[in-house]
């Protein structure tokens, strides 16, 4: 991996971006200097335009961006670095600094509402009362939703074939929870078997 520093000042743009979320976590510079260090120690490190010195992201707050990879783009004048962050990234304390939550879907978000529900233990929410039965029915309900699924998967039903889809997928993210698990770790799961 050559990134051509000899344009734009020796200086070239870095897309920081969460491993987890996805989420575009900042935009920043390094000089041929930032990236052998960044390389060296999995820590991102920028170089400055006002401060015009080399900077770890995170030396002051301790809000460090870990490296997982670095990818460059077609050109060799872009930077791609995928990081675990350690804090917010922002230094106005947001995760990123262009004010977006998390994006990996509206599984995610259900799954946060889920637990939302849980922990407040809302006795008028059917997903904290399902869940305070205990985890024998919760997996019931998982099961009798997936025989529904498999019986209208054979029948011409688009519609209640998606109903059955998503209460399928709604109680098995119950199950999660009772699991003390969550939709990362099942992808996790399928990711490692690829």
């Known amino acids: 991996m050559k990134p051509i520093f000899n344009q734009n000042d020796g200086l070239i743009p870095v897309i920081i971006q969460d491993n987890t979320t996805n989420n575009v976590l900042m935009l920043g510079y390094m000089n041929s200097e930032a990236f052998e260090q960044t390389k060296r120690e999995n ?6 335009r006002s401060k015009q010195r080399l900077w770890t992201k995170g030396e002051t707050s301790g809000n460090f961006l870990d490296v997982i990879s670095i990818q460059l783009d077609c050109d060799s004048d872009t930077l791609l670095i995928k990081v675990n962050p350690i804090g917010p990234t922002c230094h106005t304390g947001t995760k990123t600094c262009f004010g977006e939550t998390d ?12 637990d939302q529900r849980i922990s407040s233990d809302d006795p008028n929410s059917y997903t904290n009362q399902l869940f305070k039965r205990g985890i024998n029915k919760v997996a019931q309900k998982v099961g009798e939703e997936a025989i529904e699924v498999v019986i209208e998967a054979k029948d011409d039903n688009r519609d209640l074939f998606l109903n059955e889809s998503a209460d399928l997928l709604y109680h098995f993210l119950i199950l999660l929870r009772a699991k003390n698990t969550t939709l990362s770790d099942v992808e996790t799961m399928l990711s490692g078997r690829k």
């Not at 990996?104 to 509402?113: A, D, I």
């Open 43 to 48: 820590r991102v490190t920028f170089f400055s």
């Open 103 to 114: 994006s990996k879907g509206f599984l995610y978000e259900l799954e946060r509402t889920i």
